[in-house]
């Protein structure tokens, strides 16, 4: 497998997309609880995606007959992930959140190598640790006895989950179920696969929501910051980001595909850093020249 220009960026722009939900996830989560957040989301680009997903819409039998493949992409994808996330917003430190995200290539390997027999090659094994040391740089900002100082709260177990539950929805797309595999699937368009998921994934955010409003009742406090902050999420961490990862997973596979998310922490220290008016640091440099070499390494 060969990794072009192409097939680079689709990998290269979710992690960017998500590192700006992350960050904005932070900024709102005061306003609004996180489930219902997600809810919100996932509502919210469902109603942005429709008019390009109408065949589908108007003939739901062939994704309903196809419903126990669909309904887990959207339970792991959707339902899960972005819900997980924004609750370890809430309660973890945004330095403990980025250092969780950074285990993603040993989760994407591990996942592979127990549930579907794709053993990770040394190059794989090499890449995961050249990346891995990226993100510890900037983690560290630099100076390596910070790691020291870092300490695990109960809502880490919540990212690590919502990183497990990402690995497996990756290679659940490209090791697809039954009825969702080349030559067995409808010719959906990608709004129309996308719409497939997301008709599942909203009901599960939705019940998510609805709990949390039984269990902790909190009110939405709108504002025109908030309402921007709900279409950001809805197109870009959303739509655009998942048809990107869904090709690039489809092309690269989840193994090389999860050393791309290692750029999310990058790209949150850098959009951070411009919020905050200060800008990037060296050792930003240094460690997406690591990350990079990491996924190079592996793809080779």
Known sequence: ??????????????????????????????????????????????????????????????????????????????????????????????????????????????????????KPTRRQLAGAGLSLLGVALVIARGEPAALLEVRFVPGDLLMLLAIFTWAVYSWMLARPARGLRPGEKPDWNWAEALMAQLMFGVVFSGLSAGVEQVVAPAAIHWSPALVAALFYVAIGPSLIAYRCWGLGVAEAGPALAGFFVNLTPVFAAVISAALLGTAPAWYHGAAFVLIAAGILVSSR
């Open 1 to 118: 497998m060969k990794l072009t220009p192409r097939l680079a960026l689709l990998l290269t722009l979710p992690p960017l997309f998500w590192a700006g939900n992350a960050v904005v996830g932070r900024v709102v989560r005061d306003a609004i609880p996180p489930l219902t957040l997600n809810a919100l989301r996932w509502l919210l680009a469902l109603l942005l995606l429709a008019p390009l997903a109408w065949p589908l819409l108007a003939r739901p039998g062939p994704a309903l007959a196809r419903w126990r493949g669909l309904a887990w992409l959207g339970f792991l994808g959707m339902g899960c992930y972005n819900a997980l996330q924004y609750l370890a917003l809430h309660t973890s430190s945004p330095l403990n959140v980025t250092l969780i995200t950074a285990s993603m290539p040993v989760w994407m390997l591990g996942v592979g190598a127990l549930a579907y027999g794709v």
